[in-house]
């Protein structure tokens, strides 16, 4: 059975996406705290290849489907047949479309990997034009784009991506000061990121701009949650998604750290950071959502328009006492554990897990090396 190309990584939002690798690694690969497509060199792969693998996609679609009757799953046909496939590479398309399938209702797709709308805007077209051809039932068909490369594309060639079956932008735009941008060596600029977003905006297609609270360190941390509220008023994105900033090791901000170019904010002076964020947002009726495991604060999310109810949940947070803070820090970041507004309701179990752990930090900043040190485990 014949394979297609899939990459490593996606946003949480398009877990259960069918992921097509469209282009392979990152354009620019130089931001100082990032780890990932460390493994290559940026390539665009041939429209003929990405072709074929939509083909093949459908071919296990129509394998996997002709064992769905009205709903119902036929895990034993499902289970013989998967175990039949002889390579891993033909498990691994084989179990990521029936995900999509089961818990997708194939509905969407994400063109991999990191900058993939540095793709001349025609091949893209053509690409996802097929796409849609061959896989009638998806509706949204999303991509990855740094501002530099989105700020370049025209008017007109984002109508004809939208014409074409594009709906959704992912922007990591982690921050929208300029000296945050410089700091983190993003190779973008706040004028590119307005630019871009209201471009996209214009043409219809769904924009998701990423923040990093924390990505200026303290000394830029006000700055940082200020100019980039600035940044999302003028664009308006359709969601502003959270991603907290953590110094991860052996990147260039990790050695900044060590000999003291960089002062990390803690973990709830990055709370504090997005917080000012939020507060600085005006005129944007978009979402904001927090929808990754790094944030402490998993609900922070709603309609941007009545942030008031998201600016009480968090504040509700920062007045707890310290104490009821960091159990619920260790709470979240070792057990995994829901919300703070949960605290009261964990097993006799985990709190005495969270007292052992406490027991262990004498000072705030050994508990904040061991915070962070959790922290290190997420991509
Ligand atoms: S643009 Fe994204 S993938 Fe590329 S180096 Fe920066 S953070 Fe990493």
């Known amino acids: 059975m014949n394979t297609f190309s899939i ?3 996606r946003p949480p939002f398009h877990a259960n996406s069918l992921l097509l690798r469209v282009t392979e690694n990152c354009t620019w690969n130089k931001c100082n705290f990032c780890t990932l497509y460390k493994e290559g060199t940026f390539h665009t792969r041939k429209i003929d290849d990405i072709k074929k693998d939509i083909d ?3 071919d296990y679609r129509d394998m996997i489907i002709s064992h769905i009757n009205n709903g119902f799953v036929n895990q034993k046909d499902i289970y013989i047949e998967y175990t039949a496939l002889s390579t891993d590479a033909e498990r691994e398309c084989y179990s990521m479309v029936f995900n999509w399938i089961t818990a997708d209702n194939m509905k969407s797709v994400f063109l991999q990997d990191a900058n993939t709308m540095a793709l001349l805007p025609e091949k893209t077209a053509e690409i996802i034009s097929y796409l849609c051809k061959k896989l009638p039932e998806i509706s949204l068909v999303a991509i990855y784009g740094r501002a530099d490369t ?12 939208k014409k074409s079956g594009l709906t959704m932008i992912h922007s990591g735009f982690e921050s929208g000061c300029d000296d945050v ?13 307005i630019k871009a977003g209201k471009m996209i905006k214009k043409a219809g297609i769904t ?6 609270n924390g990505s200026g360190g303290r000394s830029l941390s006000e700055k940082n949650a200020i100019e ?4 999302m008023n003028k664009i308006n994105p359709d969601y502003i998604r959270i991603r907290t900033f953590v110094v991860k ?12 170019r960089f002062d990390e904010c803690t973990d709830i002076e990055k709370v504090k950071e997005l917080f000012l964020m939020i507060q600085n947002l005006k005129n944007c009726d978009g979402y904001i959502i927090s929808d990754h495991i790094i944030n402490l604060l998993p609900f922070v999310e709603g309609h941007i328009k009545d942030k008031d109810k998201i600016e009480k949940y968090i504040e509700n947070f920062l007045e707890m006492p310290r104490l009821s803070q960091k159990r619920y820090q260790i709470a979240r970041r070792v057990f995994f554990g829901g919300d703070y507004e949960n605290i009261t309701r964990f097993t006799n179990t985990t709190e005495s897990k969270i007292d052992e752990i406490l027991s262990h930090f004498t000072n705030e900043s050994d508990f904040e090396d061991f915070i962070r040190s959790c922290l290190r485990r997420y991509i």
């Open 181 to 193: 941008l410089k700091l983190l060596n993003k190779g973008t600029t706040s004028e590119q990121q």
């Open 150 to 161: 989105l700020s370049k594309i025209t008017p007109s060639q984002y109508d004809m991506l």
């Open 207 to 212: 924009f998701n701009a990423f923040y990093m």
């Open 7 to 9: 990459g490593h990584i």
């Open 56 to 58: 093949t996609v459908v």
């Open 249 to 260: 090791p052996n990147t260039v901000m990790w050695h900044m750290s060590k000999d003291g």
């Open 228 to 231: 980039t509220a600035e940044v």
